[in-house]
């Protein structure tokens, strides 16, 4: 349901804007009732209905107050939007009239009703009567919130008393916030210092003029602790004042203070949890840090206020598995999963809620997690080359290979879709078949990285063969050792494999010239012969670009394969006539 309003929420606010921007026939504007226009110049508040459990209270709650303050204001010095106009633009854009409008929709409707200012909060109705808690927000830029004082009383009408007092002192920082923001836009630091500090000796509560002072501070690149103690001020006033928070957390990132910084890093994050940009400054700066996991109950808090909020859940997600706590990733993650925010869940999910069931040991768990991820993204190539991988490390291999061949027959060029077959293949001991897997890689391998991915491969399948031949010592598996790190070594040449390929050449060069000094046949003989003068050729090639691995193996072998000219030159002649 929660998921419902938000589209819904997201459908209203696109008409509204579209009203706002356009003016067409039967827009908004077209649709807004008619009522006595407000005086020239004067400034505009619109109160819609407050958040509440009780939808009666919401309705009552704004009458209440728009009663109260139009008997508190002259319309000239505050004109109060008609409770008519509201409804009527609400209802032209699909949203219920009784109901609390959500923060962006609540902006585009008061600039449609050309609004300053706008009032948002809860009521709720207590054992002692009604209770108010509200704040007033810009709307030139709704991250500037005012919160107001709680007001409180037997009656409805009482406590809207008590908040029309509060609204009445809490504008009288307006004029000079303005000027501060005004003096900002042209750089007039000294100007805007001044103007903000007004601002708060004109409401002592203020967090527009905090805000604007510490803007304003910043630009003229003031000590950061002179910052951070304006924000601070702020922060106690209104703790997720979302501004103030930036503004602190960067102050305390340079200062290299920590601990507050996650604290106020993650804070704010979660005012904000669906902005992407701050989502990866956060999660990338937590895992900077030595104590991230103070984020952990940060963000455990707000899930826990919020339930079921699935932007809350995929932040309490990424910072859970920044910290790789991967149970508790793990339950965020399948929580994600079970939400009606399906926008939430996508390919870069998958692959992380896979790595955490990775990282947890529990392989059969990362091939469901992939299996899913593959059944809603059918044409994703690199998410079934990731399935192939892990359900190779599950032990189904066979599966494996029919999932990296899906990969593959979407994108040939997914280097990962080949990898993942060569591996099982490997897995399955079909080495030569997973050597023209990789051969026919090779032709996608664009950049370094990618032909020291594949080289590596090739390399892991001739360190085996080279491993077989040293238990063997038989001259079969010291010449498959050579064919195989031959390619390894012409895609990705490193010392390793140069190395392995100096010594299986000489081991294979050594054997077939013992095995032909009791050769009879002159055919064989002379094409044995010609093999063994090869390999010592690889050898003297090869050996010397990757001695640095074993010094002493690789002079001694160059040694022998000196010595062993003569008897290859001898059986040369003998058979090769």
């Known amino acids: 349901m929660k998921a419902l309003t938000r589209q819904s929420s997201t459908v209203g606010a696109l008409v509204l804007l579209a009203a706002v921007a356009g003016g067409a026939p039967g827009s908004l504007v077209a649709q807004r009732p008619r009522t006595n226009a407000p005086p020239e110049g004067a400034p505009r508040l619109m109160v819609p209905p407050l958040k509440s459990a009780d939808k009666s209270l919401s309705v009552q709650a704004a009458d209440a107050i728009r009663s109260r303050l139009s008997q508190d204001f002259a319309s000239k010095t505050l004109y109060i939007i008609d409770k008519n106009a509201i409804e009527a633009t609400l209802e032209a854009s699909g949203f219920p009239k009784n109901e609390a409008p959500e923060p962006v929709t609540a902006k585009l409707l008061a600039q449609n009703l050309r609004a300053d200012e706008f009032l948002m909060g809860n009521v709720s109705r207590g054992p002692n009567g009604f209770r108010i808690e509200s704040s007033m927000v810009l709307t030139r830029d709704a991250s500037m919130v005012q919160p107001l004082p709680v007001a409180e009383g037997g009656r409805m009408l009482d406590a809207a008393t008590q908040l029309s007092k509060s609204l009445a002192e809490a504008r009288k920082q307006l004029a000079d916030e303005r ?35 510490a803007n304003a501070l910043v630009l003229k690149k003031a000590p950061t602790d002179s910052i951070i103690a304006v924000t601070s001020k702020a922060l106690e006033i209104h703790p ?192 030569d078949t997973a ?65 392995l390929l100096g010594v299986a050449a000489f081991q294979t060069g050594y054997a077939v010239v013992q095995e032909n000094e009791k050769e009879k046949d002159k055919t064989k003989g002379c094409t044995m012969a010609q093999l063994a003068e090869r390999m010592f050729v690889i050898t003297q090639l090869e050996l010397p670009k990757g001695a640095k691995v074993q010094p002493q193996t690789a002079g001694q072998l160059l040694g022998y394969v000196a010595q062993l000219t003569a008897p290859v030159e001898s059986q040369k002649k003998k058979f090769c006539k």
């Open 179 to 213: 000027r501060c923001e005004l003096a900002i836009r042209d750089n007039k630091v000294d100007e805007a210092i001044a103007a903000a500090s007004a601002a708060i000796a004109a409401y002592s509560r203020s967090t527009l003029g905090r805000v604007c002072l």
């Open 240 to 431: 997720r004042n979302k501004p103030a928070l930036e503004i602190a957390a960067r102050a305390y990132t340079d200062v290299k203070n920590d601990d507050k910084a996650v604290e106020t890093w993650t804070t704010l994050l979660s005012t904000d949890p669906t902005n992407v940009r701050l989502q990866t400054d956060v999660v990338n700066f937590l895992a900077s840090t030595g104590n991230a996991s103070k984020a952990g109950p940060i963000i455990d808090t707000a899930v826990a206020q919020n339930p079921g909020d699935p932007d809350l859940l995929r932040l309490q997600f990424l910072v859970r598995l920044t910290i790789k706590e991967w149970k508790k990733a793990i339950e965020s993650g399948e929580n994600l999963l079970k939400s009606t925010d399906t926008a939430a869940v996508d390919t870069t999910f998958f692959t992380r809620l896979t790595a955490a069931y990775v990282s947890d040991s529990q392989p059969q768990k990362a091939a469901q997690t992939t299996a899913r991820g593959v059944a809603k993204f059918a044409n994703n190539a690199t998410l079934w080359a990731l399935h192939a991988r892990i359900l190779k490390q599950a032990g189904q291999t066979q599966q494996s290979i029919d999932a990296a061949k899906r990969s593959l027959a979407i994108d040939p060029k997914n280097l990962a879709g080949w990898f993942s077959l060569a591996d099982a293949q490997v897995e399955l001991q079909q080495t």
């Open 435 to 499: 050597v023209a897997t990789l051969r026919s890689a090779a032709q996608y391998a664009a950049t370094e990285q990618d032909k020291a991915q594949l080289g590596q491969r090739l390399l892991i399948v001739g360190n085996n063969a080279f491993k077989v031949a040293q238990a063997s010592k038989l001259r079969p598996d010291w010449e498959r050792a050579v064919a195989l790190l031959a390619p390894a070594d012409s895609i990705a040449p490193s010392e390793n494999s140069k190395f």
